[in-house]
């Protein structure tokens, strides 16, 4: 019998450590979510309502555009609200992009230089994240600041980094040509806003020939994917009928096998937070 403790000691000391290996090996579901919010949640009208909905969502990674009117310290106090303890903002100026996470947030870079809005590349759990907001109006400015990501976004995913850009990239993609090109609206928007029109869909298309891809248009059924993400009925000059998918998350390849969801929700009170829906992505 007494051959028998040791025997025992080294299996129950074997399995705890196997099962270590595995809990390190297999940390759960990681989700991230974009969500531009409307000058600070529909101009600081609706942020309780929009904190709560977030916190709903139990996301590991929370990624804002449009925080007006928010600092460093406040948007701390937010992002406490859905349970993040880390957060960070582009800028106190403006129209600043923010993170917040549940789990410590490297900054790596704030850019405002050359770019409409700026944007944010931090490192949270090894994972390069982008959170960026691109020109709402000229097509030419949101060519470039494109370029300038994808340089960046290349050079990471050529030392097998992984990465995800996030955001409100205010253009439409390729990938959607076939039912834009049906809706009446997007004749219209190109005539009146010559400018802002992209009928090469350059932006986006940069993007992809850099190795990223579209999560949604991966994940989602066409139906969902053709609801877009703007704009919902907050304002009576935004239009329900126009169906602009404007807000993208883009991975690279091994996380975007890595994917099991991506959508974008329609919960009936996101009409009262913000213009645009949100966008969401779930990893195993």
């Given amino acids: ?46 942020t309780d309502l929009g904190a709560q909905w977030i916190k709903g969502q139990h996301a590991d990674l929370v990624a804002l555009q449009e925080m007006t009117k928010y600092t460093q310290v406040k948007l701390t106090a937010l992002a406490k609200k859905w349970g993040h303890q880390h957060s960070v903002i582009l800028k106190e100026n403006g129209f600043p992009v923010c993170l917040t996470a549940n789990s410590p947030i490297e900054v ?31 097509h030419n400015v949101r060519v470039k600041e494109a370029g300038i990501l994808c340089a960046k976004v290349k050079l990471l995913l050529a030392a097998d980094q992984r990465v995800i850009i996030m955001g409100d990239f205010n253009c439409n993609s390729p990938l959607d040509r076939d039912w834009l090109e049906a809706q009446p609206s997007t004749q219209e928007w190109r005539v009146k806003l010559p400018d802002n029109a992209d009928p090469g869909y350059l932006t986006m298309s940069q993007f992809h020939a850099a190795g990223l891809y579209d999560l949604v248009h991966e994940k989602c059924p066409t139906a969902q994917v053709r609801l ?36 974008t929700p329609r919960d009936p009170v996101l009409h009262k937070i913000s213009d645009h829906f949100p966008v969401q992505a779930t990893f195993r």
């Fill in 1 to 46: 019998m007494k051959n028998l403790f040791p025997l025992l000691f080294f299996a129950a000391t074997f399995l705890t450590a196997s099962a270590h290996r595995i809990q390190a090996k297999e940390p759960g579901p990681f989700k991230v979510l974009t969500y531009n919010v409307l000058y600070g949640f529909n101009f600081q009208k609706s």
């Fill in 108 to 138: 790596i870079e704030k850019r405002v230089e050359d770019m409409w809005h700026g944007y944010l590349h931090c490192k949270v759990r090894g994972v390069n994240i982008f959170v960026v907001h691109l020109s709402p109006s000229k």
């Fill in 228 to 263: 877009g993400t703007f704009s919902t009925r907050i304002k009576e000059q935004d239009r329900p009928g126009d169906r602009w998918r404007i807000d993208f998350i883009l991975t690279d390849p091994t996380l975007a096998l890595r994917c099991i969801n991506a959508d």
